[in-house]
C-alpha cells in the first residue's frame, strides 16, 4: 500500500472530525446567549430570583463561567481524554458510560440485521444474476420497489400487531427486565433472541432485498467483463466461471460497501427500538431529546460521527489495498 | 411549459411512469381536494360518541380508538403533508444542489474545494438524530422540517452534479463558447444547466420519495408539526392509542398504505425518467428482455449485443468529432 496515501488519507480524516467536533460544540450554543439555558429551560413557576439561581449553579457546574472560547478548548481536551461529557440525568452519569451501557444492546439487533441481510441477500443475488429474466430475478425486481417505498417502521408495526399480538409467536414488546436480568446463562441468551426477533425481521427484509439487488447487479456487470468471456472462451464449464472469475469479483465490492454502513450499524436503528421498546442507542438518544439533554444528544451524535468516519476510513484503505488504481489519483471520487 | 407538457407526455407513454402519473395524480387530488372529499371533519375529536368503530359504511376506515377521529378523513388529509414536504423539499434540494454542483464543478479552485468538504463533513453527520436535534431546537413546524431535510438533501446530488459538469466542461461545445468571449454566469447558465436538467428532474422525483419516507419517520417519532395530520403521526398514534393491542389492523394498514403509494407512485415517475433520459438504461432493458427468450445462449447474445453497442457509440463518436472539426 502506498504510504503517502494512507497519511493524507488519515489526516484529513481528522481534520474532518476536528470540523464535526466544532459543529458539535457549538450547535447546542445557536440562537441563546447563556447555554445554561438551554440546559434548563425557565420552567412556568419559577420566580426570576430562583431561576438566576439556578442558571448560576448550571453555569458553574457545565463550566460555563468562561468565555466560550475557553471553553472549547476544554471540550477538545475532554473529547481527547475520551470524555463526551457529563449527561444531565439524575446522578450525572458520563455519557461515555451510557453510551457503553446501552451500545451491546443496539449492536446485538444491528450486527444480527447485517449479518442476516448480507447472507441472504448475497446467495439470492446471486441466484437471480444466474438465473436472469427467470421468475427469482423478476420476484427481485418487484420486491425492491415495494420494500424501498415501504417504510421499516410500518412493518415492524404490522408484524409487531400480527405476530406480537395476535398468534403470539414472539413478544411484541421487549421485556423490561431483560437488560437487568441479563447474565450470560443459556437461558437469558434465548430470551434476548426471542425479544430481538420481531425487530431482526422488520429491519432484515430492506436490507435483504438491497444487498440482493446490488448483488445482483454486480454479478451481471462482472459478467460482462473482458476476463469472463476469455474464461468463456478457453471452454471452462459455466460453473468454473461463475465460481472462479465471476463471483470473487463481483462479491469485492460488497464487502467494502459494509464498511460504509457502520454508521448505520449504531444509528440506524432510532425508530425500530422506539416501537419494540428495545433498550439501545435510539431509545438513549430519544430519551435525551425528550428531556432536553443536550450533553447526552450531542455526545451519542459525536460517537455517531466518529464511528461513520472511522467506517469511510478503513473503507478506503481497504480499498486500496484491494484496487491500487485508487491510491494514484490521490482518493476514490 | 411546452418542454414540461411533452415529459409528462413522455413519461405517460412509458409503461412504469404510466402507473407512477396515475397514483400521483390521485394523491394530488386528494390533497386538494380534501375538505370536499372526507366525509368527516378528521381534526373534529369531540362530535362523535362513537369511538372506536370497525370499518362500516359510515366510517369506511372506522375510528380512532381513543378520540373517535374519522381514520378515513385523516387519510386524506394526511396527503397534504406528505405530498408537500416531499415535493418542495425535492424541489429545493435539485436547486441548491445543482448551484452548488455547477459552481463546484465550473468554477473549480476554492469554490470546489470549500463546497466538497462541506460534503465530507455532511455525510459524516447522521442524518436522523441532528435532525431531532434541530427540530428540538427551532421547533416543530413543517417549514423548519423542509429546511432541515433540504440543508442535508444537496450533499449527494451536488456529487453527481459536480461530476457531470466536469465533464461538459471539456465538452467542445463550451469550449467554443469560452473562446467565443462567453462569461462564465451566462456559460454556466445557458451550456452547463441544460446539461445537468435531467440529473434535477430525476433527482426531484426520486429525492421526494426518500423525502416523503424520512418525514414519516420524523412524524411518527413525534417530532413532526402537532398540530398537522400525517401519515407518520397517524402510526404513532395508532401504536400508542391501541390498536395493536385490539387488533385494528386497518388503522395501521391504512396510513401505511398512504406512505407506501405515495414513496412508489414518485419512484416510479423518477425510474421513468432515468429511463427516458439515459438511452443506454434503455439498451439495458432491451437486453433483459432477450435474456428471457434466451437463457441457454444469452451470454453469446449480449456479448454480441455489447459489441453492436460499442461499435455504434465509437460511430458516433467519430461523427461527433468529425462534425467538431468540420
Not at chain 1, 470473487?248 to 454508521?263: D, E, F, K, Q
Not at chain 2, 447522521?126 to 431535510?149: A, Q, R
Not at chain 2, 429525492?207 to 402510526?235: H, N, Q, R, Y
Amino acid at each position: 500500500m502506498n504510504k503517502g496515501y494512507v497519511i493524507k488519507r488519515i489526516l484529513y480524516t481528522l481534520f474532518i472530525f476536528l470540523i464535526v467536533t466544532t459543529l458539535n460544540f457549538f450547535i447546542p450554543r445557536i440562537g441563546v446567549d447563556d447555554p445554561a439555558e438551554r440546559y434548563y429551560p425557565p420552567q412556568g413557576n419559577m420566580s426570576d430570583v430562583e431561576y438566576n439561581i439556578i442558571k448560576d449553579l448550571t453555569r458553574k457546574q457545565y463550566g460555563f463561567d468562561v468565555s466560550t472560547w475557553q471553553q472549547y478548548l476544554r471540550y477538545l481536551n475532554n473529547l481527547l481524554h475520551g470524555d463526551l461529557g457529563t449527561s444531565l440525568q439524575a446522578g450525572s452519569p458520563k455519557v461515555v458510560d451510557l453510551i457503553a451501557d446501552r451500545l451491546p444492546w443496539t449492536l446485538v439487533l444491528s450486527v444480527t440485521n447485517m449479518f442476516i441481510s448480507v447472507l441472504f441477500g448475497m446467495l439470492y443475488g446471486t441466484y437471480a444474476a444466474w438465473h436472469r429474466g427467470k421468475w427469482a430475478d423478476k420476484l427481485l425486481m418487484n420486491a425492491s420497489t415495494v420494500t424501498t417505498a415501504l417504510p421499516a417502521f410500518f412493518l415492524a408495526l404490522l408484524f409487531s400487531l400480527y405476530m406480537g399480538f395476535e398468534w403470539e409467536w414472539f413478544p411484541a414488546y421487549t421485556d423490561p427486565s431483560l437488560v437487568s436480568s441479563f447474565d450470560w446463562s443459556l437461558e437469558a441468551i434465548g430470551r434476548v433472541a426471542k425479544n430481538a426477533a420481531l425487530p431482526i425481521i422488520a429491519m432484515s427484509i430492506g436490507g435483504i432485498v438491497s444487498y440482493a439487488q446490488s448483488t445482483r447487479n454486480s454479478v451481471i456487470a462482472v459478467s460482462n467483463e473482458d476476463y469472463v468471456v476469455t474464461a468463456r472462451a478457453k471452454g471452462l464449464g459455466t460453473k468454473t466461471v461463475m465460481y472462479k472469475h465471476v463471483l470473487r469479483n463481483a462479491l469485492l465490492p460488497i464487502v467494502t460497501s459494509l464498511g460504509m454502513s457502520v454508521s448505520g450499524l449504531i444509528g440506524g436503528a432510532v425508530v425500530i427500538e422506539q416501537i419494540f421498546n428495545w433498550n439501545g442507542m435510539g431509545t438513549l438518544f430519544l430519551t435525551a431529546n425528550n428531556t432536553n439533554d443536550y450533553p447526552l444528544m450531542m455526545g451519542i451524535m459525536l460517537f455517531l460521527s466518529g464511528v461513520a468516519l472511522l467506517g469511510n476510513l478503513i473503507t478506503d484503505l481497504c480499498y486500496s489495498l484491494l484496487d491500487p488504481r485508487v491510491t494514484v489519483g490521490g482518493g476514490r471520487r | 411549459m411546452k418542454g414540461a407538457l411533452s415529459l409528462i407526455v413522455k413519461i405517460w407513454k412509458h409503461p412504469q411512469g404510466r402507473v407512477g402519473l396515475l397514483i400521483a395524480g390521485v394523491l394530488v387530488f386528494c390533497a386538494i381536494f380534501a375538505p370536499l372529499i372526507a366525509p368527516y371533519d378528521p381534526y373534529d375529536v369531540t362530535a362523535r360518541a362513537e369511538k372506536g368503530l370497525s370499518p362500516s359504511w359510515q366510517h369506511p376506515l372506522g375510528t380512532t380508538i381513543s378520540t373517535g377521529q374519522d381514520i378515513f378523513s385523516m387519510l386524506i388529509y394526511g396527503a397534504r403533508v406528505s405530498l408537500m414536504v416531499g415535493l418542495i423539499t425535492g424541489i429545493l434540494t435539485a436547486l441548491i444542489g445543482a448551484v452548488m454542483g455547477i459552481c463546484a464543478g465550473y468554477v473549480g479552485g476554492l469554490c470546489d474545494t470549500l463546497v466538497m468538504r462541506v460534503v465530507d463533513v455532511m455525510l459524516v453527520i447522521p442524518t436522523l438524530p441532528l435532525t431531532i436535534v434541530l427540530t428540538n431546537l427551532f421547533g416543530k413546524s413543517y417549514f423548519m422540517i423542509i429546511f432541515i431535510f433540504v440543508i442535508f438533501g444537496w450533499t449527494g446530488l451536488a456529487r453527481v452534479i459536480r461530476a457531470q459538469v466536469l465533464v461538459l466542461k471539456n465538452s467542445n461545445y463550451v469550449k467554443a463558447a469560452e473562446l467565443s468571449g462567453a462569461g462564465r454566469w451566462h456559460i454556466m447558465m445557458r451550456h452547463i444547466l441544460p446539461g445537468v436538467s435531467h440529473l434535477l428532474i430525476m433527482n426531484t422525483a426520486l429525492s421526494s420519495a426518500g423525502i416523503m419516507v424520512a418525514e414519516a419517520g420524523l412524524s411518527f417519532l413525534g417530532l413532526g408539526d402537532p398540530t398537522a395530520i400525517s401519515w407518520g403521526k397517524m402510526l404513532a398514534d395508532a401504536q400508542s392509542g391501541g390498536a395493536l393491542l385490539f387488533g385494528h389492523w386497518w388503522w395501521i394498514v391504512a396510513p401505511g398504505i398512504g406512505i407506501f403509494l405515495s414513496v412508489f407512485s414518485f419512484m416510479r415517475i423518477g425510474l421513468a425518467l432515468e429511463e427516458i433520459f439515459n438511452p443506454r438504461m434503455k439498451r439495458a432493458g432491451a437486453m433483459h428482455r432477450l435474456f428471457r427468450t434466451l437463457n441457454n445462449t444469452y451470454i453469446q447474445k449480449v456479448f454480441a449485443e455489447m459489441d453492436e453497442a460499442e461499435r455504434e457509440e465509437a460511430r458516433e463518436a467519430a461523427k461527433e468529432k468529425g462534425g467538431a472539426a468540420v
